[in-house]
């Protein structure tokens, strides 16, 4: 069954330490994204990806970067994480194709203190 | 940037009632609209995607899009209490990576 999966799903992070969410697809989608979900603002994008190689910043990319090693693998990095970022992040997967469907995985809640 | 909101931001219906969700859209140029239900701590399930003025059924979950009013709706046939979510509306033109989300209805179908 084709699937996204996150990991942590759950951490707790220093103020000014270095976060790293992982970030797993077996749909053998080309496009993946990380998105931020947060009381009052709904679901909003930070980087995605085109395929191995690439990333592409999003809406708030700012306090982010993105790696995407292969195929199957996003990382959403947080160099120096601050309070701000305290929030819940979703990876996603999609083929890019015409209806543009995106694959949700179960999120991550990261909180930092 | 696109705008999406959604109303009503809480709605409590019984079981087997019909439930109905409301969003409205800023850019009249999207093409490319999508229900998702999201239960409590889990991902995001779609339920309905629409590219086109009308209506689109999917199993007890119907969508009608209006794009001249900038409105997208997503009606509920007999709802049951696993239905108690978070339902998101998201919007994008096609060819742009960047779907844009309300911020959300929270349904709660009561026995």
């Known amino acids: 069954e084709a699937a996204v999966t996150q990991s942590p799903r759950n951490k707790v992070a220093v103020t000014g330490g270095k976060v790293t969410l992982s970030c797993n697809q077996t749909?053998?989608?080309?496009?993946m994204y990380w998105y931020r979900q947060d009381t009052g603002h709904g679901l909003r994008l930070i980087h995605y990806s085109y395929g191995a190689g690439s990333t592409e910043k999003g809406d708030i990319p700012d306090g982010y970067k993105a790696s995407r090693p292969s195929q199957e693998n996003f990382s959403l990095i947080l160099e120096l994480a601050t309070p701000s970022q305290t929030s819940v992040y979703f990876c996603?997967?999609?083929?890019?194709?015409?209806?543009?469907?995106?694959?949700f995985g179960p999120g991550t809640r990261l909180t930092v203190l | 940037q696109q705008k999406v909101q959604q109303s009503p931001e809480s709605l409590t219906v019984s079981e087997g009632a019909m439930a109905s969700l409301n969003c409205t859209f800023s850019d009249g140029t999207s093409n490319n609209f999508r229900w998702y239900r999201q239960h409590s701590a889990k991902g995001l399930e779609v339920l309905v995607s629409i590219f086109s003025d009308g209506e689109k059924e999917e199993g007890r979950f119907t969508a009608h899009l209006n794009r001249a009013n900038l409105h997208v709706s997503l009606h509920i046939r007999e709802p049951q209490p696993s239905d108690s979510a978070v339902y998101l509306c998201a919007n994008s033109n096609t060819g742009y990576q960047n779907f844009y989300f309300g911020k959300g209805t929270s349904l709660t179908v009561i026995p």
């Open positions: 749909n053998n989608h080309n496009n």
């Open positions: 996603a997967s999609g083929d890019g194709g015409v209806s543009y469907e995106q694959y």
